[in-house]
């Protein structure tokens, strides 16, 4: 490769996001540090990463003292994005984004390497102005259910800045929108993932409120080179900058398009919006072309034709018993006999 060859600890490696960002760096020749505690993320997604002799898989949780302590880069990822999963623990969850981002910067403040945070679109909550830019401070119900993580990630952010303004640690902020892709857990409550899920075992999409709310979705190859974009960019580029998808598509939208691309006969079921819940979202992403040159190319249609294949794989050959364990859940032990193989 070409460059200096790094030591790089990668906190949530074993994620959605992670996963990718492993594979990457490991392509690139650099020894990666996988650090997860697996309450959201999979062991199962490292597998195709087992003959890179230069990873270490590291089973700890970030709000404790992290095992490595030599490192020239950071990338924290670590945090439960699904509402629906850190409201199952929405305590711990806030302590990850809190204890686990200090415990990230005292490493990068001891070793002067540097660290990237992984924020998010929801600091802007459920915004007043569209699209988001970085200049907006958010609409955010500080006490609500989805506060943990809205406000953990707001939290994050300043740690961040304020160890750049008082240690000159190198700091990299990305707010990052809605992302799909390969390696998303089936069953982790977010959108793109429940409805190919439901349309491949013909079970009804399950759409909140009435489908007019709009994401923005950017496959992940693209997000990811976005991200690699933000750490190679020059140490007065901090961030925080967009990166995201502009282009917006209603629920609907969204549902129509992966019944026609899986040929599924599911119906639309229609529930409750959830409190909180963005009713539109969408990022400005001008700062990232300016300061990056970085934009995605890969359309909605190609991306969710690949995300489509990886869940039918994923389908296909699952055993009886992960269809019926507890990750594989609800949808999915309703319907344990498609493909199912033993």
Not at 52 to 59: A, D, G, I, Y
Not at 304 to 330: C, R
Request: hydrophobic share 35%.
């Amino acid at each position: 490769m070409a460059g200096k060859q790094k030591r790089i600890l990668v906190a949530g490696g074993g994620g959605f996001l992670g996963t990718h960002l492993c594979r990457l760096l490991l392509e690139q020749g650099h020894e990666v540090f996988c650090v997860d505690n697996f309450s959201s993320g999979s062991r199962g997604n490292l597998e195709h990463l087992e003959d890179f002799e230069k990873l270490t898989v590291l089973e700890h949780d970030v709000t404790e003292a992290l095992p490595v302590k030599s490192v020239d880069q950071i990338y924290n990822l670590a945090c439960v994005a699904s509402p629906v999963q850190y409201q199952q623990d929405p305590i711990h969850a806030l302590h990850t984004s809190a204890h686990g981002v200090n415990n990230l910067l005292q490493l990068a403040l001891k070793n002067n390497a540097r660290i990237f945070q992984a924020s998010t679109s929801e600091i802007y909550g459920n915004p007043l102005t569209h699209p988001q830019t970085e200049d907006y401070f958010g609409n955010v119900n500080t006490i609500g259910p989805r506060a943990c993580y809205d406000e953990g990630k707001r939290y994050a952010e300043t740690l961040c800045m304020d160890y750049q303004r008082v240690h000159r640690v190198d700091v990299k902020i990305a707010r990052i929108f809605n992302t799909y892709g390969p390696f998303m857990q089936p069953e982790d409550g977010r959108v793109v993932s429940n409805f190919i899920v439901q349309a491949l075992l013909d079970r009804p999409l399950t759409i909140n409120g009435d489908g007019s709310q709009t994401r923005s979705f950017c496959y992940v190859d693209d997000l990811i080179a976005g991200i690699h974009a933000l750490m190679s960019s020059p140490r007065a580029v901090s961030g925080p900058i967009n990166i995201g998808n502009p282009g917006e598509f209603t629920m609907l939208e969204l549902a129509d398009l992966v019944l026609e691309l899986t040929g599924s006969s599911s119906k639309l079921v229609f529930n409750g919006l959830p409190k909180d819940d963005p009713v539109k979202r969408c990022p400005d992403i001008s700062r990232a072309k300016r300061l990056l040159n970085w934009e995605p190319k890969v359309t909605l249609r190609e991306g969710l034709e690949k995300t489509i294949a990886y869940f039918d794989d994923l389908l296909t050959h699952a055993s009886k018993a992960q269809l019926a364990s507890a990750q594989w859940s609800g949808n999915f032990q309703a319907d344990k006999s498609r493909k199912a193989v033993s």
